[in-house]
């Protein structure tokens, strides 16, 4: 079924948060820039993220016989844990109902590639990159926080079939959503992540800090 236009692009390590590890997502917060000052009434967008993701390792160094003694998950051939290979710990997620209760479905089903989300954009006086990063920060969680920051992700607008108002030379005004019409006046996505997280040096104080 078509879902509406998506967005790919993937998160890794970068050069700012060379020294960070632990990477946490805790607030994720767009906002679209586009030649249309008023949003649809639903400016909502989903963003799905791979099943599979991680952080920058955390490791600790100490002796080992096998993987499963070292942190990093990473025991080196002369009995000492290493950092990940590529210094990046990963875990796969795999939703699954408990069979066993009597609640839920009676068959297995394939584990989702996906988790999607619902994001609220910014306040409607966000328009650009240096008031996204201005924004005070929000403490409350959202659904994919404590989840792995470095994943494979899709950002959606979600499709809408209903009818846009015009102004008096025929351009799209009030929408009531992502509408086809509506997704031509877009011109750029921001979106803001921000992040728990812990140092190299294993700061016992995590720190919430913007990626953008």
């Not at 069979?99 to 996906?114: D, H, K, N």
């Not at 005070?136 to 209903?162: C, H, M, V």
Request: with cysteine; proline share 8%.
């Amino acid at each position: 079924a078509y879902l509406g236009h998506g967005i790919r692009f993937t998160l890794g390590p970068m050069e700012p948060m060379e020294n960070m590890c632990a990477e946490r997502i805790w607030r994720i917060t767009p906002v679209t820039v586009d030649d249309n000052s008023l949003r649809p009434n639903d400016s909502s967008l989903m963003l799905l993220q791979e099943n599979a993701f991680g952080s920058q390792d955390c490791f600790t160094s100490g002796i080992c016989v096998q993987n499963e003694d070292c942190e990093s998950g990473f025991c080196r051939r002369d009995n000492t844990c290493g950092p990940a290979p590529d210094g990046v710990l990963r875990t796969r997620f795999q939703p699954a109902a408990n069979l066993v209760t009597g609640i839920g479905p009676t068959s297995f089903q394939s584990p989702a590639l996906f988790t999607s989300m619902a994001l609220v954009q910014a306040p409607t006086e966000v328009h650009d990159l240096i008031q996204l990063q201005a924004l005070p920060r929000d403490e409350s969680p959202q659904p994919f926080t404590g989840r792995g920051l470095y994943a494979n992700y899709i950002l959606l607008f979600p499709r809408n079939t209903g009818t846009c108002s015009h102004d008096a030379i025929g351009n799209p005004t009030q929408c009531p959503g992502w509408t086809e019409e509506r997704m031509r006046t877009v011109k750029d996505v921001l979106i803001r992540f921000d992040i728990v997280h812990a140092t190299v040096q294993h700061d016992p104080a995590a720190l919430r800090q913007p990626i953008e």
